[in-house]
């Protein structure tokens, strides 16, 4: 089992641009997660979904979309690129809920000039 | 709203010593607490984690303790080794909502060898 994949692995964006961060899970997970981790702050929740065709804002949700069309892929879309944008972001899945263990991929390293 | 704090933010012990990391919480309603490690260029790994009806917990050098009264949590590493040169996050979240993970903002630990 690959676990959890994310792509690109790394990006630079010009500010304005747009594009989509892809992630799958092959775990048959139920829910899906997108943080963002920026220095001295940990992980900030983005968006996330509890299941196929779902999904709901977390903590800092403007600028991003996301979309579950498939149970195993979560993408994540910046529609305008922002300088305030430039984070690593990570992509997670648990089985349940948030009374679970939450599998990541090894992240986005995303630059926005 | 709910916060996680964490302390302290950088800690370095010598390899064979022990190791103690320790977060608070502010949410009472919070009944799950996770630890991850992250090591450079990689996602968070879960590495323990302790439920509100438990009071402590243990697998090998790793140990957990939880003070509901208190809300906080402690992260115990005996023997470490250079292996264990990475960031922990601490996080706390409730059962019934699915958005509620808080993660603490890190703690980047050396174990000199």
């Known amino acids: 089992n690959a676990g959890v994949t994310q792509t690109p692995k790394f990006r630079v964006l010009k500010t304005g641009q747009s594009m989509t961060l892809l992630c799958a899970q092959d775990?048959?997970?139920?829910?899906m997660y997108w943080y963002r981790q920026d220095p001295g702050m940990g992980l900030r929740l983005i968006h996330y979904?509890?299941?196929?065709?779902?999904?709901a804002k977390g903590e800092v949700p403007d600028g991003y979309n996301v979309s579950r069309l498939k149970k195993q892929n979560f993408l994540l879309g910046l529609e305008s690129a922002a300088p305030s944008q430039t984070s690593v972001y990570f992509c997670?899945?648990?089985?349940?809920?948030?009374?679970?263990?939450?599998?990541f991929g090894d992240g986005t390293r995303l630059s926005i000039l | 709203g709910e916060n996680v704090e964490q302390h302290p933010s950088t800690l370095s012990v010598q390899e064979g010593d022990s190791a103690v990391i320790k977060c608070t919480y502010s949410?009472?309603?919070?009944?799950?607490f996770p630890w991850y490690k992250q090591e450079l260029g990689k996602g968070p790994q879960l590495i323990i984690d302790?439920?509100?009806?438990?009071g402590e917990k243990k697998d090998q050098r790793i140990a957990v303790t939880l003070n509901k009264t208190a809300k906080h949590f402690s992260l115990h590493i005996t023997e470490t080794q250079p292996e264990d040169s990475a960031v922990y996050f601490c996080?706390?979240?409730?059962?019934?909502?699915?958005?509620?993970?808080?993660f603490g903002p890190g703690t980047s630990l050396s174990v000199i060898p």
């Open positions: 996080a706390a979240s409730m059962y019934t909502s699915y958005d509620k993970v808080i």
């Open positions: 949410d009472s309603a919070s009944n799950y």
């Open positions: 302790i439920r509100s009806n438990v």
């Open positions: 997670a899945s648990s089985y349940t809920g948030s009374d679970q263990p939450q599998h």
């Open positions: 979904s509890v299941g196929e065709g779902t999904t």
């Open positions: 775990m048959n997970h139920e829910y």
